[in-house]
T-cell receptor, first 114, second 111 residues
Framework: DTAVSQTPKYLVTQMGNDKSIKCEQN?????MYWYKQDSKKFLKIMFS???????INETVPNRFSPKSPDKAHLNLHINSLELGDSAVYFC?????????????FGPGTRLTVT | GEDVEQSLFLSVREGDSSVINCTYT??????LYWYKQEPGAGLQLLTY?????DMKQDQRLTVLLNKKDKHLSLRIADTQTGDSAIYFC???????????FGSGTRLQVQP
């Protein structure tokens, strides 16, 4: 069973379009995250939700809107895509009552904006 | 703000030991982690160390933490070609859930 899954794995789209990336975790964790990895492999936190409540929003443009319908899902919707949005987006989850707050990562979604 | 730095590249021969270094700036870091990323894959947690520890050993992996110098290292003994990947150092500060990652060190293991 996949612990953290993301769809799609690859997404190629044109500038100006709106797209969504979905994430699901079956670990029973209470916190989920979106990270962005740029072309130089630098990873940066974008958002975090705890029990469906937004707790971290790291200076991300308003074009990005996370939505958490329930504890197991955290989706990322991006409006008016720009070239600079091309990156790999990773979803992660953790259980914050755990001993060392291990974050489990999904396989990533490679977004290419042309 | 928090900052985590790593060297970008390390090349070793199969069977040698690899040492990957990391420095961080946040003195309130509570947990420090090493993640491995293979090509086209997500991040896999290798090991972690709590800030009140100096060393942790887990099979071929040894983590050393110098809290005074804010320096973390990962030693991989008997490095294998399957260890070729990007290794990320990450830290988690008190009261903050998200991780701050370093830029990653690409480890290349030559046969």
């Amino acid at each position: 069973d996949t612990a953290v899954s993301q769809t799609p794995k690859y997404l190629v789209t044109q500038m100006g379009n709106d797209k969504s990336i979905k994430c699901e975790q079956n670990l029973g964790h209470d916190t989920m995250y979106w990270y962005k990895q740029d072309s130089k492999k630098f990873l940066k936190i974008m958002f975090s939700y705890n029990n469906k409540e937004l707790i971290i929003n790291e200076t991300v443009p308003n074009r990005f809107s996370p939505k958490s319908p329930d504890k197991a899902h955290l989706n990322l919707h991006i409006n008016s895509l720009e070239l600079g949005d091309s990156a790999v987006y990773f979803c992660a989850s953790s259980q914050d009552s755990g001993a060392y707050y291990e974050q489990y990562f999904g396989p990533g979604t490679r977004l290419t904006v042309t | 703000g928090e900052d985590v730095e790593q060297s970008l590249f390390l090349s070793v021969r199969e069977g040698d030991s690899s040492v990957i270094n990391c420095t961080y700036t946040d003195s309130s870091s509570t947990y420090l982690y090493w993640y491995k990323q293979e090509p086209g894959a997500g991040l896999q947690l290798l090991t972690y160390i709590f800030s009140n520890m100096d060393m942790k050993q887990d099979q071929r992996l040894t983590v050393l933490l110098n809290k005074k110098d804010k320096h973390l290292s990962l030693r991989i003994a008997d490095t294998q070609t399957g260890d070729s990947a990007i290794y990320f150092c990450a830290e988690r500060s008190t009261g903050r859930r998200a991780l701050t990652f370093g830029s990653g060190t690409r480890l290349q293991v030559q046969p």
